[in-house]
């Protein structure tokens, strides 16, 4: 069992690589990089100021890692290094000296059209962005992250604290979040500041956030509440306590200086509404409790009287769900639910805050799954009914009903929790047709939203998270087969 989970899980991460290099590299190598200022509106408005524009693009081309990208400040202050002699003057001796020290390093030194000013790009190989993004993948925070030179006194280390605005944490001290470990009510109820995934900025929509923060993030209107500050004072503000990151001494002002009592002043604001993967989940998890609690019963009369009416009746049900196509079975049901019951056709409409806004959405996409289940369910429980188990049973006395409830569904139990794991997954990335029709922000419509918007970061953020809780939604489902038949043995072989 060990052996077999640890090579089952070098696969899976073997195969999460394969899967987010290959993606990485259609993205990053077969579409323009141009593309990604078609729905920028910011980029169209400084077409009439060449500089800006020029700066603008490269700034973008650096945040998604296209390029290395050298303002004139920063190039500058790069090249003071080695000639502290250097100036941002047009002469000929600052002009050799840029050139000479771009060329060393691997740069091409161009000018800026109206200001004339030096700037300093490198292109950057599809292999070294594609190291790039798995070197920094994962974000440690730990006592020597900051370096502030206004504060090079800082303690650094970790305490175990009550502190009177997060209550009971592990509190760090220069690490870039104060709060490394910290409890609320909040699911899971124990947090971390300690590791944090980097899926890179997200470009041209969400412009500036991380990847993390737009998939993860709460959404919606800032949630005030009452928060009483270290100085004594209480105000009603949306600040995350529990977000709050190092802020550099020289950019502290009087506000922050007398609200907290050290430099721990960024933090980010608390949303009223769940994150875009947070919607998907709620409503794919009830989902799939809908499909199976639906599907099971009725396959289970189906079968026990097959070629009967309830038989008959439930195939031509099934049939139905088959042949119609998704869309229109959306649109029905979104009508009846709609006009027969009052229930909003858009999500938006009353908002995450409503629960009436998921019932819709969540009741279609548990129905949409219940044709696969229900034929692959009552056909497997008819072939059993001639299995020797069920005749020995059948000898014994046992009604019927026992039989299918007892012994043919206990074994059938077995491959259909296997296939549970898998469906969440498939629920909550694959709800794009249905988060589409009810403009619900989910993490199904995400990933085409982001393709036509061509926000490649977020393409691949995306496509990162679906591979890497697909493939170990496979394991999950293999785990929970052994809990279920402790007869199944995981090994390498696949023997029992």
């Known amino acids: 069992m060990k052996r077999y989970l640890f090579f089952r899980i070098l696969r899976s991460i073997l195969s999460i690589f394969l899967v987010t290099t290959l993606t990485y590299g259609v993205i990053y190598s077969l579409i323009p990089r141009k593309t990604i200022f078609q729905n920028d509106v910011t980029y169209g408005k400084l077409k009439s100021k060449p500089d800006d524009l020029k700066d603008y693009e490269n700034t973008a081309f650096s945040k998604m890692g296209y390029l290395d990208y050298l303002p004139s400040s920063k190039l500058i202050a790069e090249v003071k290094k080695d000639h502290p002699e250097v100036t941002a003057e047009d002469t000929a001796a600052n002009t050799k000296i840029f050139k000479e020290w771009a060329k060393a390093n691997g740069y091409e030194l161009e000018q800026f059209p109206v200001s004339k000013g030096y700037y300093a790009i490198k292109?950057?190989?599809l292999t070294t962005r594609v190291f790039r993004f798995y070197k920094n993948l994962i974000q440690v925070d730990h006592p020597w992250k900051i370096n502030d030179p206004d504060n090079k006194d800082m303690k650094r280390g970790y305490k175990i604290t009550n502190d009177p605005l997060a209550g009971w944490s592990v509190v760090g001290s220069g690490t870039k979040y104060k709060y490394q470990i910290y409890f609320n009510g909040e699911f899971p109820f124990i947090h971390q500041n300690i590791f944090h995934l980097n899926l890179g900025?997200?470009?041209?929509?969400f412009a500036g956030q991380p990847v993390t923060q737009v998939i993860g993030g709460d959404q919606g209107k800032a949630?005030?509440?009452e928060v009483t500050f270290e100085n004594g004072k209480t105000s009603k503000t949306a600040m995350n306590i529990y977000s709050r990151q190092y802020q550099m001494t020289?950019?502290?002002s009087t506000r922050e200086k007398n609200m907290f009592s050290d430099n721990y002043t960024i933090t980010l604001n608390n949303k009223q509404d769940p994150s875009m993967i947070g919607n998907s989940m709620r409503m794919g998890i009830i989902a799939v409790l809908i499909s199976y609690g639906v599907a099971v019963p009725m396959s289970m009369i189906m079968s026990r009287y097959k070629g009967k009416w309830p038989d008959k009746f439930g195939v031509a049900i099934v049939t139905v769900l088959i042949s119609v196509p998704s869309l229109a079975f959306i649109y029905f049901f979104r009508f009846i639910g709609s006009s027969a019951f009052g229930l909003p056709d858009l999500f938006p409409t009353l908002g995450a805050q409503d629960?009436?806004?998921y019932i819709l959405p969540t009741i279609i996409l548990g129905l949409l799954s219940v044709s696969g289940i229900v034929i692959w369910l009552r056909r497997y429980m008819i072939d059993q009914q001639s299995a020797d188990y069920v005749k020995f049973a059948k000898a014994k006395g046992l009604s019927a009903g026992e039989i299918s409830r007892k012994h043919i569904f206990k074994n059938a139990a077995i491959p259909l929790v296997n296939g549970i794991p898998?469906?969440?997954i498939g629920t909550i990335a694959g709800a794009t047709i249905t988060e589409t029709v009810f403009a619900a922000p989910g993490m199904g419509k995400m990933l085409p939203d982001a393709i036509k918007a061509h926000n490649n970061p977020i393409v691949i953020g995306l496509v990162f998270i679906f591979?890497?809780?697909s493939i170990f939604s496979i394991l999950?489902?293999?785990?929970t087969m052994t809990l279920v038949d402790p007869r199944i043995k995981l090994s390498e072989k696949g023997g029992k």
Request: proline share 7%; net charge negative; charged share 15%.
């Open 250 to 252: 020289a950019n502290l």
């Open 123 to 125: 292109e950057l190989p």
């Open 201 to 205: 900025t997200s470009y041209p929509t």
């Open 355 to 357: 629960i009436r806004s």
């Open 476 to 479: 999950l489902g293999d785990i």
């Open 223 to 225: 949630d005030s509440q």
């Open 467 to 469: 591979t890497t809780i």
């Open 422 to 424: 898998s469906a969440v």
